[in-house]
């Protein structure tokens, strides 16, 4: 049966507490957040520094736990392995061992997400030669630049073949033939059906990927934009967005 809405989060709230002697530090980061993403979508979380992107990002791999609601993935608990094992993960700040290859780190992530052995050679060299590493397999990761990390951790994130794919700004830092390459690997992917969901505040980006963009403002959604809004209605993403953060 296809299952419709693969990432669901429905009224979820987090505000981090740091209790102190004098004073305690508490901050709502997210504040009744509800939104759903479906199976063959592009989604992308625009919101300024400070948002709540990353909150709600982590919040799906349970880096942090929210206070209330519920999210599911592929109508599951997130944390079940089923689902783990189907879900690609670019974090805000991805590390690699600084003395592992570009190679032996994604054997490494494909034996985690219990690839088959007798595949994972074969998938670690195709995903080399999608993200354009394929000269570099064998090079210690403490030599890579930070442009050529952040295409090792989309080929993390991608060697399992997961049906959904979250990533945390992902093209922050790279250069723009970096930026067009794995933006056309992402279009490719999206046209065989893997579902991509990712935080940017890069508004050009969001266009250009996007059939729909979630804006998030203080840590509540402001406002849901689908594609023909901006491309065929003649309304920019930009003037739809400054609207929405003005309010
Ligand atoms: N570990 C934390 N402890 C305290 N406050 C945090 C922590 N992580 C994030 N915040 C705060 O929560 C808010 C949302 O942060 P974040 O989700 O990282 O935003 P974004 O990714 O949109 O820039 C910010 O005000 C941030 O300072
Ligand atoms: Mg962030």
Known sequence: MKNEHILLFDNVSKTYKKPGFIKSFEKKALD??????????VVGLLGLNGAGKTTIIKSIFSIIRPDAGII???????????????LGYIPELPYFSPLSSAYDVLCHYAFLSGMDAKKISESANEILDKVGLKDRKNSKCSEFSKGMLQRLAFAQALIHKPSLVIMDEPVSG?????????RDLIAELNLKGTTFFFSSHSISELE?????????????????INRERWQDQGDSLENIFVEAVKK
């Open 208 to 224: 250009k990927l996007c059939s729909r963009v979630l804006i998030i403002k203080d840590g509540k959604i402001a406002d849901c």
């Open 72 to 86: 599911e993935v592929f109508g599951k608990n997130p944390r079940e392995e089923s689902v783990k094992k189907n």
């Open 174 to 182: 790279l250069d723009p033939i970096a930026v067009k390459e794995l």
């Open 32 to 41: 009744g957040v509800s939104f759903s993403v479906s199976e063959g979508e």
